[in-house]
Each structure stands twice: as C-alpha cells, then as structure tokens.
C-alpha cells in the first residue's frame, strides 16, 4: 500500500518550453502533497507543500510563477516548470501525505522525475 | 532555528560488519525524527520513526535507531550489513511551525558496502 507515482521518469526538453511533471496517490487520498528537488549527492530542498483545493505554500526562494504547482484532487497534484532554463535541471521528487494518517506524519515518495532543460 | 546535522558523508563498511549513522537534531520541543532510505532508481522509503515512548525505535529491514534527547541525537543501527544496504540514508526531524508540517531533512549519509 502507499503507493505514489510520478510521471514522466525523465525528461529533456528544450529551453524556453514548459514541462509538466504529474505526481499520484495510487491507493490512498493524499490532502497534502509536497514538491521537492534534489540536486546530486545533495539533499531533499522543499519547493512547495500543496492542500488539495487551495493554493500552494511555497518556500522562501522558490518562484511561484516559475514552478506552477496544481492540486485538484485527493489523487494528482501536478508541477509545472514554466519557460525552462539549464539551470532547472534537477531531479523533482514528489511526496503525498495519507489522509487517513491523522498524526503520523508520514509521507510516501514517488521514484522522482530527472528533468533535462538542454 | 531547527537543523538536522549528518556529520558523515560518506561511510564504507564491509558486508556483515555492523553499522552506526548518526544524526543530531536541533529542535526547541519534542523533536518527531525520521529516517528514510534512497536507493537509485526508487522513491525514497521510511525506515523508522520516533514520536514519544520507547527511545529504541525497531524499523524495517532489521534497522534501529535510538532516541538520546541529552544528545540531541537519533543514530541509526543496524547490527549486520547486507550488500543491498548500500544507498543514501536521510534523517529528518518534522517542523510543527505554523500549519503546514514539513519535513527538515539532513544532508545525507551515502553508504557503501564492501563485498
């Protein structure tokens, strides 16, 4: 159980173009999702922390016309990376909290999205 | 402010040696502790985790950690190292600031198994 998945794996696009990375919930309802990114052999940098049906509350740094981030329903939350530059590039993870948790404060992680701006 | 410290970036240990991560925390109240795996290719996994009770919290895949609040530490234990061990451990400590809870994570223990 606590399954997430992200989607695409990896991706190389082209600077300038925008890339949407979608991020699921399989087996359980997830009223917060998060949005990370990790740089090599580097740790986990929190972007954004998402409730389904609200906006998203970004951390101090991260441009929120930039990384557009979308949570419409318990399942799917979806980042989009606006006009990308090389300096995108990085490995976004994804991490969905159960509904059901109550206080465990567990987060389930997706395998992550290797994004390519060339 | 709150900070989770891994002083070691890199440890190699021989297959069926034992092994210690550590992990300090800095944290005003009762800190909740995580540790989390990342092996290449998977989503990062929970191993273990501390609320309150016990200060020795078992985990999976034969792991441990224990809870020293006079340290500020929550090293991770494992008495007998398998190759497949081998990945990036992360320690975590929850931030219970405003409404949102997140995550303050470590810079990383990545380990290495000797064959």
């Known amino acids: 159980g606590a399954v997430v998945s992200q989607h695409p794996s990896r991706v190389i696009c082209k600077s300038g173009t925008s890339v949407k990375i979608e991020c699921r919930s399989l087996?359980?309802?997830?009223?917060?999702m998060f949005w990370y990114r990790q740089f090599p052999k580097q740790s986990l940098m929190l972007m954004a922390t998402s409730n389904e049906g609200s906006k998203a509350t970004y951390e101090q740094g991260v441009e929120k016309d930039k990384f557009l981030i979308n949570h419409a329903s318990l399942t799917l939350s979806t980042l989009t990376v606006t006009s990308a530059h090389p300096e995108d590039s990085s490995f976004y993870i994804c991490?969905?909290?159960?509904?059901?948790?109550?206080?465990?404060?567990?987060?389930?992680f997706g395998p992550g999205t290797r994004l390519t701006v060339t | 402010a709150q900070s989770v410290t891994q002083p070691d970036i890199h440890i190699t240990v021989s297959e069926g040696a034992s092994l210690e991560l550590r992990c300090n925390y800095s944290y005003g109240a009762t800190p909740y502790l995580f540790w989390y795996v990342q092996s290449p290719g998977q989503g990062l996994q929970l191993l273990l985790k501390y609320f309150s009770g016990d200060t020795l919290v078992q985990g999976i895949k034969g792991f441990e950690a224990e809870f020293k609040r006079s340290q500020s530490s929550f090293n991770l234990r494992k008495p007998s190292v398998h190759w497949s061990d081998a990945a990036e451990y992360f320690c975590a400590v929850l931030s219970k600031a405003g409404n949102n809870r997140k995550l303050i994570w470590g810079l990383g223990t990545s380990l290495a198994v000797n064959p």
């Open positions: 087996d359980f309802q997830a009223t917060t």
């Open positions: 991490s969905a909290r159960d509904a059901a948790s109550g206080y465990s404060y567990e987060q389930y």
